[in-house]
């Protein structure tokens, strides 16, 4: 029980955070919408543990602790996959702004001489 309550002040902190950063424009609506889903989702988990047992007794898991892990490691692997994507187009764009600020100078340059 005193795990629950530090859980849900952690996550009450994290909503808060959260607030935060939409006030200050830091993150979209679209993404402080999920984050609060998801924190939305744990709080109700966290306070009421049989529903993840239920939940996994309906798809074949033995106890709902694994079934909020195996949920868990899904979720994070596709954030990761997320995250390396959108580094992945940020890297490109930052090749494409050097590449042009390059030929830019280049071209400067010559027109010089």
Not at 86 to 94: A, H
Request: glycine residues 4%; positive net charge.
């Amino acid at each position: 029980m005193p795990i629950q309550f530090i859980l849900v002040i952690l996550i009450i902190l994290a909503v808060l955070r959260l607030l935060y950063q939409l006030k200050n424009k830091n993150i979209g609506f679209n993404q402080f919408f999920t984050w609060l889903v998801i924190w939305l989702v744990a709080i109700v988990i966290i306070s009421q543990p049989k529903i993840t047992t239920y939940l996994a007794t309906i798809v074949g898991i033995g106890r709902g602790v694994d079934l909020a892990i195996y949920v868990s490691i899904i979720v994070i692997f596709y954030l990761m996959f997320r995250l390396l994507l959108r580094i992945e187009k940020i890297e490109k764009d930052i090749t494409k702004i050097v590449r042009t600020d390059s030929l830019k100078k280049n071209n400067d340059h010559e027109n010089k001489h």
